[in-house]
């Protein structure tokens, strides 16, 4: 019994050292990775992410500054750009992994898109949709990680409750023309 439960406890630790070594990190950063590992779910995602590749995680102010971050996949980076505050770094941090861990369903509209096989708009709404699933799983960890007392409230993201209304916010942001520009460069 006594090695069983030694052998769960090393299991656990080596499990949870796994996530943290085997993704680069900023310094800055470092503590907010940590601190979201703490969710269980959190964790599973990183193991999902970590089965397609290695994963980055960085601090860029001048790439975006429209957006809090975003997925890089063909560098399988995460870069969170224009936030300073903790709740913002866990908040965006948690939906790229999630942009992360589900991206093969980007990758395949983006073949889509550049085989002629998906118009512009069908493009726009689909990527709009796949982002509107990973911020619903986001809310739902980050409401997670409030109540275990390791998230500030701040933390907190109110998603809309419907799809339809989720894309008209996404569309007058702005976040819609941006994957129009990203469709266009696949053409």
Avoid at 52 to 79: A, C
Wanted: overall charge negative; hydrophobic content about 40%.
């Amino acid at each position: 019994m006594m090695k069983r439960l030694f052998l769960i406890v090393i299991l656990f630790f080596s499990t949870t050292w796994a996530a943290v070594s085997q993704v680069g990190c900023s310094p800055e950063l470092e503590k907010v990775y940590e601190l979201v590992l703490e969710v269980p779910e959190v964790e599973s995602l990183v193991d999902q992410i970590l089965k397609k590749g290695p994963l980055q995680v960085k601090m860029n102010h001048h790439l975006s500054k429209k957006f809090e971050g975003y997925w890089d996949g063909e560098g399988r980076t995460i870069y969170i750009t224009k936030t300073d505050s903790t709740a913002g770094k866990i908040s965006t941090l948690i939906f790229e992994m999630h942009n992360a861990a589900y991206d093969d369903e980007l990758e395949r509209l983006d073949s889509l898109a550049k085989l002629g096989q998906i118009s512009r708009l069908e493009y726009i709404r689909s990527v709009e949709f796949w982002e509107y699933q990973n911020a619903k799983r986001c809310a739902e960890i980050l409401d997670k990680g409030i109540a275990m007392g390791l998230f500030p409230k701040e933390s907190h993201w109110p998603i809309s409750s419907n799809f339809e209304d989720h894309f008209k916010i996404q569309k007058k942001a702005g976040h819609s023309a941006h994957i129009g520009k990203m469709y266009d460069q696949l053409q």
